[in-house]
């Protein structure tokens, strides 16, 4: 009976949440309050306080979701790829791009993300919580890049904080166009070329590479 019970906690917080990504997604963060969230679950005010805090308790919730998929792909792909950080890299970079085509659950949370939330009022709380994730994706993506480099795979004298930085820059700033102007550019067929593109730059570009002191 307890496990009935808990197994129907679960369901009402993911129906509270997929609830409130369509709310989010379609009339953006600030313009949803908790009592539609409740009216779109079909879930009283009252359950869903028992799951969450408050408004921003629910999105920091979504954001997380994000992350949980990612983690479970690189694991795999990890063991697909062993000794080969690079291929690694390569098809979790794809992946994210097809993914916000392909997934209508993640395009609509990227679509959240980048343009339906502003960051007033009680969203505050959730603008410095945000700040810290970029920290800690820059290090993410900073140690991926140095496995790389260790392995021989990327050149040793690859800036790798630099290099960091431009691929968060350049993978946001590919999903972001596209959400925001799906007609301009095919983001799935194009999703390899992309990525290709990137780890050519860094393996030719010299202004991401350190260089030698003249003396």
Wanted: hydrophobic content about 40%; charged content about 25%.
């Amino acid at each position: 009976m307890a496990r009935k019970t808990k197994q129907q906690a679960m369901e009402t917080r993911q129906q509270i949440l997929d609830a409130a990504i369509r709310l989010f997604s379609q009339y953006g963060v600030s313009s949803t309050s908790l009592s539609d969230i409740a009216k779109e679950a079909g879930v009283t005010r009252g359950a869903i306080y028992w799951h969450f805090k408050n408004k921003s308790d629910v999105f920091n919730e979504i954001w997380a979701l994000t992350d949980s998929t990612i983690n479970d792909l690189e694991i795999e792909y990890r063991a697909k790829f062993p000794d080969d950080p690079l291929s690694v890299m390569r098809e979790l970079l794809v992946y994210l791009l097809e993914a916000t085509v392909e997934d209508e659950r993640r395009r609509s949370m990227m679509e959240i993300i980048f343009h339906k939330c502003e960051f007033v009022g009680e969203m505050l709380t959730v603008h410095q919580a945000k700040r810290d994730l970029y920290v800690q994706e820059y290090e993410r993506i900073e140690n991926a890049i140095i496995q790389c480099m260790d392995a021989g795979l990327l050149p040793a004298n690859l800036l790798s904080r630099r290099a960091a930085i431009l691929m968060r820059s350049y993978m946001c700033g590919l999903m972001e166009s596209w959400l925001f102007a799906p007609e301009t550019f095919d983001l799935k067929a194009e999703a390899r070329v992309y990525v290709d593109v990137l780890l050519e730059m860094y393996q030719h570009c010299t202004g991401l590479q350190s260089q030698p002191q003249q003396h």
